[in-house]
């Protein structure tokens, strides 16, 4: 058998999945290996560590050699979020496992989608439009949630990862310097605005200074309220409804976060450099405040 890869994403789900597939496998015929943004949070390499000693087995990082953090990406592309996701996985994920691929030999590779029934709709995407992968998806066959894997991982005496602590669904890039997910959504970045605020001016000056660079609003996010997709359709721009962190003294007519009614952070899908994977799915109103026609 040629290796099975185990996907480590940082997160609850992911740290079960490979957890179940070395335990089916037998570690000799796995490798897990992480997707290394260098922006994660701290505790995230405590929570890694904590996983290679459970697992018997080293996780291997894999880093973008063309950039060195996330707003590197944002910078040179002049972009966030595009129509497929955002610019910092594309660049620093996506194109990196997709050239891992090309020089590595696999049997299968492992993902830590969880018993939810839009999982299952991103499982069966991820077969149709990624085929090539062999995806396997223990937590699906056995049935695993994500408080199942939250249970699972206390059990073994590991404490779980500090963004989960803090409120948030998900472990993605939430390093004090350069994190701060793009595909957060309104309800995500008002909690960073109110618990990390020092990280909320960053990301704020990101978005300003891009615009600056474009000439026309670049942001996060959209507001998807009814007038809002009229004055899209009046002014005939569909940049109209965009949203800033901050306001912007150029732009006064675009609303910022400070305008959105407040509403609880959205569950993240992990970024494992797969974007645009759940195309079989019902667009949520999160995806559809983040996603960009570029």
Same mark, same amino acid.
């Given at each position: 058998?040629k290796?099975?890869i185990c996907w480590?994403? /940082?997160? #609850?789900? $992911?740290?079960?999945?490979?957890?179940?597939?070395? !335990?089916?496998?037998? %570690? =000799? &015929?796995?490798?897990?290996?992480?997707l290394?943004?260098?922006?994660?949070h701290e505790?995230?390499y405590?929570?890694l560590n904590?996983c290679?000693?459970?697992?018997?087995?080293?996780?291997?990082?894999?880093v973008?050699?063309?950039y060195k953090?996330?707003?590197e990406?944002?910078?040179k592309?002049?972009?966030?979020?595009?129509?497929n /996701?955002? #610019?910092c $996985?594309y660049m620093?994920?996506?194109?990196?496992r !997709?050239?891992w691929? %090309? =020089? &590595?030999?696999?049997?299968?590779q492992v993902?830590g989608f969880e018993?939810e029934?839009?999982e299952?709709n991103?499982a069966l995407?991820m077969?149709?439009n990624?085929g090539?992968?062999?995806p396997i998806?223990p937590?699906?066959?056995?049935?695993?949630d994500?408080?199942d894997?939250?249970k699972?991982v206390?059990?073994?005496?590991?404490?779980?990862?500090?963004?989960?602590?803090?409120?948030?669904?998900?472990?993605?890039?939430?390093?004090? %310097?350069f994190?701060?997910?793009?595909?957060?959504?309104?309800?995500?970045w008002?909690?960073?605005m109110n618990?990390m605020?020092?990280?909320?001016?960053k990301?704020?000056?990101v978005?300003?200074?891009l615009?600056?660079?474009r000439?026309?609003?670049?942001?996060?996010?959209?507001?998807?309220s009814n007038?809002?997709?009229l004055?899209?359709?009046e002014?005939g721009?569909?940049?109209?409804?965009l949203?800033?962190?901050k306001?912007?003294p150029?732009?006064p007519?675009?609303?910022?976060?400070?305008?959105m009614?407040?509403?609880?952070?959205?569950?993240?899908?992990d970024?494992n450099?797969?974007?645009?994977?759940d195309d079989l799915?019902?667009?949520?109103?999160?995806?559809k405040?983040i996603n960009f026609?570029?």
């Amino acid at each position: 058998m040629k290796k099975v890869i185990c996907w480590w994403s /940082g997160g #609850i789900t $992911s740290a079960v999945a490979c957890k179940k597939a070395i !335990e089916t496998y037998g %570690k =000799e &015929n796995c490798r897990v290996i992480m997707l290394d943004t260098m922006n994660e949070h701290e505790d995230t390499y405590r929570f890694l560590n904590d996983c290679e000693n459970w697992y018997g087995i080293k996780i291997e990082l894999l880093v973008s050699g063309d950039y060195k953090n996330i707003e590197e990406t944002w910078y040179k592309h002049q972009s966030l979020n595009t129509a497929n /996701g955002s #610019i910092c $996985s594309y660049m620093l994920k996506r194109r990196v496992r !997709e050239k891992w691929e %090309k =020089e &590595n030999e696999f049997s299968y590779q492992v993902f830590g989608f969880e018993f939810e029934k839009k999982e299952f709709n991103r499982a069966l995407s991820m077969k149709l439009n990624h085929g090539h992968t062999n995806p396997i998806f223990p937590l699906l066959m056995l049935g695993l949630d994500k408080k199942d894997c939250i249970k699972i991982v206390q059990e073994e005496g590991i404490e779980i990862p500090a963004a989960y602590k803090m409120g948030f669904n998900n472990n993605n890039c939430l390093g004090s %310097k350069f994190g701060g997910c793009t595909q957060g959504g309104i309800g995500y970045w008002q909690k960073i605005m109110n618990d990390m605020p020092e990280l909320f001016e960053k990301r704020a000056k990101v978005e300003h200074d891009l615009t600056n660079l474009r000439g026309y609003p670049v942001t996060m996010m959209k507001d998807q309220s009814n007038a809002a997709k009229l004055k899209v359709k009046e002014m005939g721009d569909k940049r109209a409804n965009l949203i800033f962190l901050k306001p912007h003294p150029d732009f006064p007519e675009h609303k910022s976060l400070m305008d959105m009614k407040g509403r609880p952070p959205e569950p993240l899908t992990d970024c494992n450099g797969f974007c645009g994977v759940d195309d079989l799915n019902k667009k949520s109103s999160t995806t559809k405040e983040i996603n960009f026609d570029e």
